[in-house]
């Protein structure tokens, strides 16, 4: 089946850096979501994408559906306490799939103050 | 936010007992999904239903099934729990027009 690889699997950044993480895939992909989970909570959908070559801001949050159609990329500019949890790409191929997501990973993000 | 809700929050049950997890939905989404989240596989897809009595199986199937007799309901039921069924239970539901799903805030299910 689709797979999809993200990294890194982890990060341990400093209060104010700047991060970013991506998702890589062998297959095409129609849309791209970024999630955020907190601890003991549901993934909360940051960003969708639905071009490639897209270009996406949500606050700090930007977010690119890659010109391949075959990855994405989230970064998160001056990181803050509340960043910290697991972040989630999710893509979407197409077809009569009924929306059905494959998901990575998933990158565990801690922010030092 | 879908206004999803789950229920129970946290079971714990023994083996080979029946289990069955609700997922409540007030946004009247026609999609509905089960997956289940374990260390070092991420979310995986049990079953999906794209409408009411409308259900098919997703990439780990074996051992749940599903109902869903009304739009705003999606039932997992595990038969016979295993101790390999032990994980955290998520529902997400997507509407019509969007490729959005979104999440429920899940069950953390011990079988023991």
């Known amino acids: 089946g689709q797979q999809l690889n993200q990294s890194p699997q982890s990060m341990f950044i400093q209060e104010g850096e700047d991060v970013s993480m991506n998702c890589t895939s062998s297959?095409?992909?129609?849309?791209w979501l970024w999630y955020k989970q907190d601890p003991g909570e549901g993934p909360v959908l940051l960003i969708a994408?639905?071009?490639?070559?897209e270009l996406t801001s949500n606050g700090r949050l930007t977010a690119q559906f890659g010109i391949t159609r075959k990855d994405s990329f989230l970064n998160i500019s001056a990181s803050i306490p509340s960043d910290v949890g697991i972040y989630f790409c999710?893509?979407?191929?197409?077809?009569?799939?009924?929306?059905?997501?494959?998901f990575g990973q998933g990158t565990i993000l801690t922010v030092h103050p | 936010d879908a206004g999803i809700t789950q229920s129970p929050r946290h079971k714990v049950t023994e083996t080979g007992t029946p289990v069955t997890l609700r997922c409540h939905q007030t946004e009247n989404h026609r999609y509905m999904y089960w997956y289940r989240q374990d260390p070092g596989h991420g979310l995986r897809l049990i079953h999906y239903s794209y409408g009411v009595k409308d259900t098919d199986k997703g990439e780990v199937s074996d051992g749940y099934s599903v109902s869903r007799s009304k739009t705003e309901d999606f039932l997992l039921t595990l038969e016979s729990a295993t101790s390999s069924q032990t994980s955290v239970y998520f529902c997400?539901?997507?509407?019509?027009?969007?490729?959005?799903?979104?999440f429920g805030p899940g069950t953390r299910l011990t079988v023991t």
């Open positions: 997400a539901t997507k509407g019509e027009r969007s490729y959005e799903q979104y």
């Open positions: 297959s095409i992909f129609n849309t």
């Open positions: 999710a893509g979407r191929s197409g077809g009569t799939s009924y929306g059905k997501l494959t």
């Open positions: 994408l639905y071009k490639a070559g």
